[in-house]
């Protein structure tokens, strides 16, 4: 089991510069090199100041130069807003910058809003058939020439440059239904998954999907990884009240999701109120005790009880979502508890 850090600068005001959160980003990614997270993902957001990030390659660039081993992780770009040549030279350019340390994680797109102010209101729901073609020709530009002639993409012959030190960056598809999962490993791609504010009964059924999607393509040699994203939130065990700092945040948190993803109002200079409490008073996932058995929030021995059930399943990397709405304090101290108590339980 290796474990990541899923990071944005995340800004629900202007009581704090984008500078400070840089800096911030930049100590969490530090303390998780330090405590032996294999990667550190970031993806990419639009317009957004809940989550800041308008080309996770430029940031994972820089902290290439501030880090030597920790995994840099583009997690993930938004398909149908990167052409397929761009998508591998940039990751090639991200691979030799970071003397090999680059991965690509694509995903279709989900907020409207973004398709809207990027795409001219294209569907959000049409951003798989982008998705698709970036993950079947990116291997083909880092191993040399290639014309490509799809339904979104067409280019006559080119090959990435630079090229890669890796042969070739690991590609991750994030992945939720069947199909999905059976396209990603078909194409020789790692999985990544979230079970958003449910249960482990969803991680299952995840784990489910992608171990059928595995037994239909025994050509494909070398077996994907499944990586399983979630909420995290570590707190001490002498605090039996702790829970409820994490389940509040991750509560508040989407119900700014919830207004982002509505796309109903328009943001003012990037930004947005949270939807109602009252919106969720019908929604039991979203109240506070649903959330501590759902998310992964608890004291160091719950969660490595959870977390070794995800390895018993074959889970092979859990990434911890840092976006909660936690101050920096708390990210920090949970980050802090996950490295000196959970860490170690998986170390040979």
Not at 40 to 52: A, K
Not at 132 to 147: P, Q, R
Not at 157 to 178: D, E, G, I, L, Y
Request: one cysteine or more; a negative charge.
């Amino acid at each position: 089991m290796r474990f990541s850090l899923f990071i944005h600068m995340e800004r629900y005001d202007d009581s704090i510069s984008h500078r400070q959160h840089w800096e911030e980003l930049v100590e969490l990614t530090l303390l998780a090199e330090a405590g032996g997270f294999s990667t550190v993902w970031i993806g990419e957001h639009h317009g957004m100041e809940y989550t800041v990030s308008p080309n996770p390659m430029s940031q994972l660039a820089n902290l290439a130069a501030l880090t030597t081993k920790i995994r840099l992780g583009a997690g993930t770009i938004i398909a149908p807003f990167w052409n397929p040549l761009r998508t591998a030279g940039e990751t090639a350019l991200l691979d030799v910058i970071s003397n090999g340390r680059a991965e690509l994680g694509v995903a279709r797109g989900a907020y409207q809003f973004e398709f809207d102010r990027m795409l001219n209101g294209m569907p959000a729901t049409d951003g798989g058939k982008a998705m698709n073609e970036v993950v079947a020709t990116v291997n083909k530009l880092w191993d040399g020439d290639y014309a490509h002639d799809g339904e979104v993409y067409q280019f006559p012959a080119a090959t990435s440059v630079p090229k890669p030190v890796q042969k070739n960056p690991p590609v991750w598809v994030a992945a939720r239904s069947p199909e999905s999962h059976d396209f990603a490993v078909a194409n020789g791609c790692n999985v990544m998954v979230t079970p958003l504010m449910k249960g482990d009964e969803e991680v299952e059924d995840l784990v489910g999907k992608f171990e059928t999607a595995i037994a239909n393509h025994p050509e494909v040699e070398k077996r994907p990884d499944l990586m399983v994203l979630r909420h995290t939130y570590v707190h001490d065990e002498s605090d039996p009240e702790g829970w409820k700092v994490g389940a509040t945040a991750i509560n508040r948190f989407y119900r700014y999701f919830d207004a982002w993803f509505g796309n109903k109002t328009t943001p003012v200079n990037g930004f947005l109120d949270p939807s109602p409490e009252e919106k969720f008073a019908d929604r039991p996932e979203f109240e506070l005790d649903s959330l501590h058995r759902t998310a992964m929030i608890g004291t160091p021995a719950e969660v490595i009880e959870r977390v070794r059930h995800y390895e018993s399943l074959g889970v092979s990397e859990y990434s911890i979502w840092s976006d909660s709405s936690l101050t920096f304090a708390e990210k920090k101290r949970s980050l802090e508890l996950f490295i000196e108590h959970v860490v170690p339980a998986f170390q040979a």
